[in-house]
């Protein structure tokens, strides 16, 4: 609709009595929402246009017109244009494509508890009669990316108790188009007053050595200094890389990855037994006590399957590092649970995506998720008190609380 059209005051009149939405693009009301939305912008310009930019030769340079959703649905406006370019309107801003914050930050917002932009888009049509392309979705939720760039580059506490650091796997379409495999690894930490916080999320297309050197070498370069205990599930090259950027930093391999990885190799008609006689091993009261147990799970079973004890034998420091700690940092830090059941909540949003169309898509959809998750880390683990003064007491100055 152009803006000098009159309103049908009749249309209007029906309209409100069939409970029919009064503005957008059928609404009779529409012309003049367009009229006061341009009127606005031509002030604008004449402002703009003072006596000092017309001796300049600054003139107006004819419109462009844009569609522009607002909460009372769709309208079409006519932004002037001067010569030089210097025109900047308040009004509806350059590449502006919604006008209401609130359906802006209620469009984030449904993005991120895992809404597809198809539903996104049928509810905002069904409620403000305003119709979302995908592409004007993707746009709005992009307005987090600064956020998450700021985010990734926070400064960190020099010293945490405890980190855990596991991946969680998505597809997502690379620079060819075709569905290929990403890994978010997160590196989920205990502060010194006993929060949770993600420390970094990282997008990996390989892993290995290197890769672990740059994470690691991120977290020292925004200020941590010394990590206590950190907690990985056996991924290749990690436990070396952590030692190589923090020295003193004690690595417990994930009991529960390592009994998961062992049974696969196990033959279904023993693995009830197997399991049995292994969880005497990790379930031990101490060190020396696991390692009896291990020599008669070798002599029962080493035979038949000696690459499972081969691997217990190979891993056996890193897995048996929880002994030499009380019981109640022993439950924290011989599984990766905790990062696991963070994992889980994120996978309850990205469950129905199938495929990302980029790795930013996918960072901004698991940042948006950890954002509303983390809301609720406003309490520090249970029993934090008794568990901080063990760990003063085991890592001294390294791990001071008063």
Known sequence: MMANEEIDYKLAAEQLRTGKPLFGKEGALAPMLERILNAALEGEMDAHLSDESRESGNRRNGKMSKTVQTQYGEVTVETPRDRDGSFDPQTVRKRETILAEGMADQIIGMYAFGTSTREISRYFEREFNTRL?????????????????????????????????????????????????????????????????????????????????EVLTDLQNRGVEDIMICCVDGLKGFPDAIQSVFPHTAVQLCIVHQIRNSVKYVGSKHQKEFLKDLKLVYGAVSKDAAETELDRLEAKWGEQYPIVIKSWRDNWERLTEFFQYTKEIRRLIYTTNTVEGYHRQIRKVTKNKGVFPSDTALEKLVYLAYRNISEKWTMPLSNWALISQQLAIKFGDRYEIM
Not at 190 to 196: A, P, S, T, V
């Open 133 to 213: 392309s995908a592409e004007t979705i993707s746009a709005i939720t992009d307005r987090v990316l600064p956020e998450i760039k700021e985010w990734k580059s926070r400064s960190l506490d020099a010293v945490y108790a405890i980190c855990w650091l596991d991946a969680i796997h998505y597809k997502v379409k690379d620079d060819s188009g075709r569905a290929v495999t990403r890994a978010i690894y997160n590196v989920l930490g205990i502060n010194k007053e006993g929060h949770k916080e993600l420390l970094g999320m990282y997008v990996a297309k390989s892993e290995g050595a290197n890769f672990w050197l």
